[in-house]
């Protein structure tokens, strides 16, 4: 994710989990970066009941959030209108959906909307932090009594915010050991507990583990939809794929001093990419002769390389398993499944793209995955920025 601050990367993941028998969630969360402001923006709205008719509210109130708040409207008018938006039920009273919007602007500034849901857990290291809470009222004489929650204060490395749908902090409710449901007070002891044990718990972790203790909660049958989205603002963590030799064959010296000279882990795509980096730094390629992915040819080993792989084919399965990657999606050790482990793990993704043409992938006859690698590349750094967060800086050479 494009990041003004050069302190920390902001990582995010969301985790959710839907009642048995329903085929849609009645969660919805929504994003979007603002690359020339800096700003990201996330919404999570809880549509009222269950099912395809609770996603449908749920969908329209935080796609509608997302839009208002793009625009800098007004959160007060933002929620009226939205609360107009909503559909009329049969008996002539208002569907209901609540949100929670967090808005990140570049400098670290954080500005959290709620209305109706969970009060959003804000931790500085394991520490809760309390900013002080305003209320703005919704306008319009329908929606008297109504009001919006905000806190606002900026953020520092170690940071974390923990968002959550009413399904969290009910799960349990009725059992012996959470008459009341779990509750936020307990949801804070756990995740501080967690944090304790583990201080680098990434996003992604932390999330799952509150989805799942929500689980367990209800006997593994959860009895509503929920939703736990995670933000943390962490030290930055670097990581280099390279794929194409560049353009120029006397560049070449140039191109491997690049990537000699980066500190993070790094990843080769490409076999003349693998054999001009290992020629010009005096390397052994060793490839291995087990295929585990009968689609894709085997990976290799150099030495100071996480992985050496086959190129264009392989970077277009990386595509297409980040395309249909969701919370559920388990990785193999197939090449293409190993990279998108390591491009998951890191925050800033460098990629360095060799344009130089591989004329055996121009050939018509060819299967369709052969297409141009800056083209497949391009929809790569896309999927990373838009749906995962991260912030790419390509190197075209």
Not at 45 to 62: E, P
Not at 66 to 74: A, D, G, L, V
Not at 180 to 197: A, C, K, N, P, Y
């Amino acid at each position: 994710m494009t990041n003004n601050h050069p302190d920390y990367h902001v990582e995010i993941d969301v985790e959710q989990k839907r009642p048995k028998g329903q085929i849609a969630c009645g969660d919805v969360f929504h994003s979007r970066i603002i690359k020339e402001e800096g700003r990201t923006i996330l919404a999570m709205s809880d549509g009222i009941g269950h099912g395809v008719k609770a996603n449908v509210l749920a969908t329209l109130t935080a796609s509608m959030a997302i839009n208002y708040s793009t625009f800098h409207t007004r959160p007060e008018i933002a929620a009226r209108i939205i609360m107009r938006a909503l559909p009329k039920s049969k008996d002539g009273l208002e569907n209901y959906a609540t949100f929670t919007l967090i808005e990140i602007e570049a400098d670290g500034r954080v500005r959290i909307i709620n209305y109706d849901n969970p009060k959003t857990i804000i931790l500085r290291g394991n520490k809760i932090l309390e900013p002080q809470e305003y209320h703005l009222a919704v306008r319009g004489v329908e929606n008297a009594g109504k009001i919006l929650r905000c806190r606002e204060f900026t953020a520092r490395k170690e940071d974390r915010l923990i968002f959550l749908s009413d399904g969290v902090p009910q799960s349990g409710l009725g059992t012996d050991r959470y008459p009341m449901g779990w509750g936020l007070e307990h949801i804070t002891d756990f995740v501080m507990s967690q944090i304790t044990r583990m201080p680098d718990i990434s996003a992604t972790k932390l999330a799952r583990k509150i989805i799942n203790q929500a689980g367990m909660n209800d006997n593994f049958n959860l009895k509503d939809d929920a939703t736990c989205g995670v933000i943390y603002f962490r030290e930055p963590r670097e990581f280099l794929l390279i794929t194409g030799p560049p353009f120029y064959k006397i560049k070449d010296n140039d191109f491997v001093n690049q990537i000699t000279n980066f500190k993070g882990k790094k990843v080769i795509c490409g076999g003349t990419t693998a054999e001009i980096i290992a020629r010009e730094l005096n390397l052994k390629l060793e490839a291995e002769h087990e295929f585990s992915e009968a689609a894709l040819p085997p990976k290799a080993r150099m030495e100071g390389f996480e992985l050496v792989t086959e190129g264009i084919l392989t970077i277009g399965k990386v595509e297409e398993i980040l395309e249909n990657y969701t919370s559920e999606t388990r990785l193999s050790d197939s090449p293409a499944d190993e990279i998108v482990h390591l491009l998951l793990q890191h925050d800033i993704i460098n990629i360095i793209v060799g344009t130089r043409i591989n004329w055996a992938h121009q050939d018509p006859d060819q299967p369709v995955e052969l297409e141009i690698r800056k083209v497949v590349v391009k929809r790569i750094i896309k999927l990373l920025e838009e749906k995962f967060f991260k912030e790419v800086r390509a190197d075209f050479v």
